[in-house]
């Protein structure tokens, strides 16, 4: 058995105990484990080695904060490489005898590719952690009784604070709950609204028929009241909602030749409260979505002008982030949403989805039923160079998506009449010569050129080469010719002195 180093990580300092003794095969048993709860016992198994203090908080959190993610910080490398002994490999074994114990498999990686000590985390090691964690301050003498408990309290604020701080996807959450939220919004919306209207609808049926808008029509409500209090000066209030004459005068003579009940005033001042939380709901759904959409032009403007601020939020609240978008493939995008008919699909062998949440993009709409799935192919595609412009792009600028949308309308015209869409080359090269221009980058640096110009040139220079070529050939071409002719000759007359020395014998 080796020598066993545990490192503990506390909110006070890095402790390394020393396993003394230890049965491994019987970690398992319930005796074995009570016993980790016996001071006594467990101090003959562990004891302390050394103890290094965080000097402030700033420290402490910062080498926490690596801890979490796995890294080694020199404050902890000094500390292991002082500490702890680099064991010499024997002749006969590969590794060597001693060896750390750490909770973290992420982090122990780490330690063993920076210091080179070997690390180990197995159930002999979660066990002992567990009792270091138990009676680490009674292993610690300079701890009085509570400044554990302090010291793990102020780390933890500190923690949850830095991660909410410094969260890289923060205006990503208030898109997220945004749409989330008006999704919700609408459901509740239409619940409320058919209860409204059928509630209402005892008393003045006709007035369904009439209006067929639900925000419309509980404000109507709540003007009306009884219908029999519907009279021809109540139209200016009534067109004001309408907003047709016509309108407000059909609902005054529908009000008159009414077939429905009559409802006494605690059951009409229910129906009045109801209606007015529903038309408030309403104006809250509105404001919302003016919210949401200020919240993606800032975020997300190129995705927002090519597919829509509603279903661009909703792709983004799929993915969890516009990082995660933006990392995704275009095939990912195109079906994103749709994960439970891609499974059923690949389960039973049969056609995948062509879409996802993109369909509810005009584009699919637009597209004949042959095309769905091209269209819907090429404005995943788009998709994600927009959000990969949004993402890590430095200008704030709606430019590329406008040209990513023009793309795709292009593509549209292609599948209908055959006239041939635009490069996308082109088309980046052309908008980043226009950021060029307004940004007045074009006075002091010119403008690179584009691709069409350099591959003409490069023809140009291709075909001076094959003319040059063509002439030197010309040129040379007698010059061979007459060698030729001339060693033709010598080997004619090589035969026949041969034949002539062959008769003379």
């Not at 506390?10 to 074995?32: D, H, I, N, T």
């Not at 909770?103 to 197995?122: F, P, R, W």
């Not at 406008?402 to 908008?431: C, D, H, I, W």
Request: glycine letters at 6%.
């Amino acid at each position: 058995m080796g020598v066993l180093y545990l490192l503990y990580e506390s909110a006070s300092g890095y402790g390394l105990f020393e396993r003394v003794k230890s049965e491994e095969v019987g970690v398992s048993l319930p005796e074995v484990q009570a016993a980790v709860l016996d001071l006594k016992k467990f101090s003959a198994v562990v004891k302390l080695k050394s103890f290094l203090p965080f000097k402030s908080a700033h420290e402490a959190l910062e080498n926490i904060c690596a801890v979490s993610e796995g890294e080694v910080t020199k404050f902890l490398g000094d500390f292991l490489e002082l500490n702890v002994p680099k064991g010499k490999k024997e002749k006969k074994e590969k590794e060597s005898k001693i060896a750390l114990g750490v909770i973290e498999t992420k982090l122990g990686n780490a330690i063993s590719e920076t210091l080179g000590i070997k690390c180990q985390s197995d159930d002999v090691v979660l066990e002992l952690m567990r009792g270091i964690r138990v009676h680490f301050s009674r292993f610690i003498s300079a701890l009085k009784p509570g400044d554990l408990h302090k010291a793990q309290l102020g780390l933890a604020h500190s923690y949850s604070r830095s991660k909410v701080k410094f969260n890289v996807h923060k205006v990503d959450n208030m898109i997220i709950q945004s749409i989330c939220l008006l999704d919700q919004l609408d459901k509740d919306l239409n619940q409320f609204a058919m209860r409204c209207r059928e509630w209402y609808s005892w008393h003045f049926p006709e007035l369904i028929g009439i209006v067929s808008d639900n925000y419309n029509f509980a404000r109507l409500v709540k003007v009306i009241k009884q219908k029999s209090s519907l009279t021809a000066e109540s139209l200016p209030s009534l067109t004001e909602i309408t907003e047709d004459e016509a309108k407000s005068q059909q609902i005054i003579d529908a009000a008159k030749m009414s077939m429905g009940t009559d409802l006494s005033e605690i059951d009409m001042k229910n129906v009045e409260d109801f209606s007015e939380r529903v038309a408030k709901l309403a104006e809250y759904r509105k404001k919302l979505h003016e919210y949401l959409v200020k919240k993606m032009n800032d975020c997300a403007p190129n995705l927002s002008a090519l597919i829509g601020e509603i279903v661009g939020a909703r792709l983004i609240s799929h993915a969890g982030s516009l990082t995660n978008l933006a990392k995704y493939p275009a095939s990912t995008v195109q079906i994103l949403g749709a994960e439970k008919a891609l499974f059923r699909a690949l389960k039973t062998r049969g056609p995948t989805p062509k879409y996802g949440l993109i369909f509810h993009s005009s584009f699919i709409g637009k597209a004949g039923p042959k095309n769905k799935g091209r269209i819907s192919r090429y404005l995943a595609n788009k998709c994600s160079i927009a959000a990969r412009i949004d993402c890590f792009g430095e200008l704030a600028t709606n430019k590329f998506g406008l040209e990513l949308k023009k793309q795709v309308e292009e593509r549209l015209e292609f599948y209908k009449s055959g006239t041939a869409p635009r490069k996308n080359a082109e088309v980046m090269s052309q908008v980043c010569e226009e950021l060029r221009k307004e940004n007045g980058e074009d006075e002091e640096a010119a403008p690179a050129e584009p691709k069409s110009e350099k591959k003409k040139k490069k023809k140009d220079k291709e075909k001076k080469r094959s003319a040059e070529e063509m002439d030197t050939a010309d040129d040379e071409a007698p010059a061979k010719k007459a060698k030729v002719e001339e060693e033709e000759d010598g080997k004619e007359k090589k035969k026949k002195k041969k034949k002539n020395k062959e008769s003379a014998e």
